[in-house]
């Protein structure tokens, strides 16, 4: 999202034998990328997972916002393997827009099913701390929002 240059491409390209068609010297770095994994869990149950049917599955979309995912109406997500539904990636010029941008893209996600239940409305809860908003927070933010009061009017899960 940095660098305009889609790896996976370039490793296609690669592997079929054509030389890389960049330099190290080529890469620019423009603007802020940030990526959250929405996982299939219920962190208000340590983060256990919840597998079962998704009976809607819509993923946000618009500039700047990039989803990859395996998810779709009807999936079955098991409860063997990786939780993992989908990776968002979004870029802005700045941090402040990238983490607006991230969180619009997770407001527009819509996910649903029997007990299911998504790590959408705790990643939503980190954006809006304001340590994480400034970039000084630690690997104790997580056990710090579960131990938090969880917000008077949490965001809905959509």
Request: hydrophobic share 35%.
């Amino acid at each position: 999202m940095i660098t305009g240059i889609d790896l996976v491409h370039e490793q296609f390209h690669v592997a079929a034998g054509t030389p890389l068609r960049w330099r190290q010297e080529d890469v620019r770095f423009t603007g802020v990328g940030i990526e959250c994994r929405v996982n299939v869990e219920d962190p208000d149950r340590n983060f256990a997972p919840t597998p079962g049917r998704l009976d809607r599955f819509v993923p946000p979309g618009g500039p700047f916002t990039r989803v990859d995912t395996h998810g779709h109406a009807g999936y079955l997500v098991g409860p063997h393997y990786d939780s993992l539904l989908a990776k968002v990636v979004v870029w802005a010029p700045d941090r402040d827009l990238a983490l607006s941008r991230l969180d619009r893209a997770l407001g527009e996600f819509e996910i649903s099913g029997p007990g299911m239940r998504t790590t959408i409305p705790f990643v939503r809860r980190v954006l809006d701390d304001a340590e994480f908003r400034k970039g000084r927070h630690s690997t104790g933010l997580v056990d710090r929002l579960i131990a938090a009061p969880k917000p008077t009017h949490p965001r809905r899960e959509r």
